[in-house]
């Protein structure tokens, strides 16, 4: 007997709301310059001998300006977006935010001693892929791929591929985990980024 759960609905009912809209006018060079300014970001932050809480802070600021926030987080929450407050939508979004610089930014820190590296700039369907090269010591270099569009009016980027996994649906699945175990509870879901990564 077919039973529609929360991941399947989640999934189903967000997928065409959330594409991104057509680049538009977005070229390749303004994709691969918001990339390379993100990368050379990245790498300074690497190379800075911060402390580890300290890298997350830059980790989160380079976040804010280089990511599209709103959709990443929207994609995230899917359809419990629905009934979610404004309050809620601007709690979730910043514990979101938060959540995904320091998850990402411990796995960023892992390239001390290291570097990204531009490769190449395509279009595919309505946005642009810009993948770039981490070069890590004692490892076999591997892709990181960012998928940017300028549906926000800028070039953002909205996606990204680490060694071929999907930061938009793996954190879709996290928060829907995070909910399940919530029962459904957002406010405690928020509570939960708060403190995850």
């Known amino acids: 007997m077919f039973r529609l759960t929360r991941r399947k609905f ?20 303004a994709a691969g310059s918001l990339v390379q300014t993100l990368v050379d970001k990245i790498n300074a932050v690497i ?9 997350y802070s830059e980790f989160e600021k380079i976040f804010r300006t280089y990511a599209d ?3 990443v987080a929207a994609y995230a929450l899917g359809a419990d977006a629905r009934t979610a407050s404004a ?3 601007k709690a979730f979004t910043d514990a979101f935010t938060g959540y995904v610089s320091r998850k990402y930014g411990k796995r960023f820190r892992e390239f001390i001693g290291g570097r990204l590296e531009m490769d190449r ?13 981490a070069h890590l010591r004692g490892q076999s270099p591997f892709d990181i791929t960012f998928f940017v569009s300028d549906r926000t009016g800028k070039p953002l980027f909205f996606n990204m591929y680490i060694e071929g996994i999907n930061m938009l649906l793996t ?13 459904g509870d957002l406010n405690k879901t928020i509570a939960d980024l708060r403190k995850a990564g």
Request: aromatic fraction near 4%; proline fraction near 3%.
């Open 171 to 183: 954190e879709r699945t996290e928060v829907g985990a995070m909910l399940d175990r919530n029962r």
């Open 47 to 55: 190379d800075s001998g911060k402390s580890e809480t300290a890298m």
């Open 87 to 89: 309050s809620q939508k």
């Open 121 to 133: 700039v395509k279009a595919v369907k309505n946005y642009l892929e810009v993948r770039t090269i």
């Open 69 to 71: 926030i709103t959709y």
């Open 10 to 29: 989640l999934v189903t009912t967000t997928a065409a709301a959330l594409t991104p809209l057509p680049a538009l006018a977005l070229s390749e060079s």
